[in-house]
């Protein structure tokens, strides 16, 4: 969260996504299985209905650097709208603080100021969240036009 730069009243999302993440890596002490197999495991030996597979692996496929840019399409997009005007924005930029499943995050939208679960998104994996001086830096754009 610190290196992220992103505001203090994220931090519950950020306790969230650790505790994903967290659930999600292999543990020596468990002969190197993560938390969610080992659970998993446990319920289908005592639950013979249980749909759980012993073989469990989570996916951390999606796991994707905090804070990390991100396009996340708008509800008209989504729902392919055909009204949209050529100039209607498309997507919503925004900062990854979370995840939901292996292809749901969640995105705080910094012009809305809060944050929203969506499964469309694009990464740029080139930046992150700048803090102030992003916005300093949008301040110096708009005077110079």
């Known amino acids: 969260m610190i290196n992220s ?3 203090s009243d994220l931090w519950p999302e950020a306790v969230k996504a ?3 993440i967290a659930n999600r890596t292999p543990i020596r ?3 190197w299985k993560t938390s969610i197999q080992v659970f998993n495991e446990w319920i289908a030996k005592r ?3 249980s749909i759980l597979e012993e073989g469990f692996k ?3 496929a999606n796991i994707v650097l905090f804070g990390l840019k991100v396009y996340a399409l708008t509800e008209a997009a989504r729902r392919g709208a055909k009204r949209l005007k050529k100039m209607d924005p498309r997507a919503y930029i925004g900062y ?3 995840y939901v499943a292996s292809n749901i995050y969640k995105v705080w939208i910094l012009s809305q100021q809060r944050v929203i679960t ?3 998104v694009t990464f740029d994996e080139s930046q992150k969240y700048q803090g102030e001086q992003q916005k300093s830096s949008l301040e110096i754009a708009e005077l110079n036009d």
Request: hydrophobic fraction near 50%.
């Open 5 to 7: 730069n992103l505001p």
């Open 118 to 120: 969506v499964r469309n």
């Open 58 to 60: 989570a996916n951390v």
């Open 29 to 31: 002490a468990l002969s």
């Open 96 to 98: 990854l603080v979370g």
């Open 47 to 49: 639950d013979k209905t």
């Open 18 to 20: 650790a505790i994903y």
